[in-house]
């Protein structure tokens, strides 16, 4: 079963508003990361945040991660039209290693309105 | 501008078609990934490599074939493909397999199969 599930699937407002998406996962983690994909490209690496870590910024982006929790969340401030995309977090296996590569979620996807 | 280029960008194939999938990346790194990005499912790791070697196999049917010849370099060789397999294939790089390493990707080559 997927690792990281992201929440809302879909997420639509105004531009200038602030947009929140959360991410939950299952297993115990090193790393977390939040990508970005715009329709028709490949994923963009946003933020990376330790499992040591409880919040880190980047520009307009705010991540935040809750490991009694198991959950994540990425804040986008102010947002723009550039901003509509799908969002995804992504998970390494957890403890000891394990597999190679990175699980992601379904993704949220964001619509900003003008 | 991607630091990872794949072709082709689309690709439609028969059944009993053989076609190759190309990827190249011009970041110096010394891990490849393969990903299959279907609609309404989670992004799926199929292959890992690392110095060329392959790591992980994610339990993908024998008709999807990688070759690695280098660091620079991955190839997905498709053969005898089912309808299922119509997807969007990913490619990404990082700078090793390790979990805090972002991965970059390529935009893809949308396959559809008739």
């Known amino acids: 079963s997927q690792q990281g599930e992201e929440d809302p699937q879909a997420l639509s407002i105004q531009e200038g508003e602030n947009a929140t998406m959360n991410c939950s996962y299952k297993t115990s983690i090193n790393n977390l990361q939040w990508y970005r994909q715009n329709s028709g490209r490949g994923l963009v690496h946003l933020i990376l945040i330790r499992s040591n870590e409880r919040e880190k910024h980047s520009g307009r982006l705010r991540v935040t991660l809750d490991t009694s929790k198991k959950s994540s969340s990425l804040l986008i401030t102010a947002s723009r039209a550039a901003d509509t995309a799908s969002y995804f977090c992504a998970t390494d296996a957890g403890l000891g290693g394990g597999a190679d590569g990175l699980t992601f979620g379904k993704g949220t996807h964001l619509i900003i309105q003008p | 501008e991607t630091g990872v280029t794949q072709t082709p960008r689309h690709l439609v194939m028969g059944m009993t078609n053989k076609k190759s999938l190309k990827c190249e990346q011009h970041l110096g790194h010394n891990a490849m990934y393969w990903y299959k990005q279907s609609a309404k499912k989670p992004l799926e790791l199929m292959f890992v490599?690392?110095?060329?070697?392959?790591?992980e196999n994610n339990s993908v049917p024998s008709r999807f074939s990688p070759e690695c010849p280098n660091s620079s370099h991955l190839f997905l060789h498709l053969h005898t493909l089912q309808p299922e397999d119509s997807a969007l294939y990913l490619c990404a790089s990082s700078q090793g397999v390790v979990s805090n390493q972002p991965q970059h990707f390529g935009d893809g080559t949308r396959l559809s199969i008739l």
């Open positions: 490599y690392n110095f060329k070697e392959q790591t």
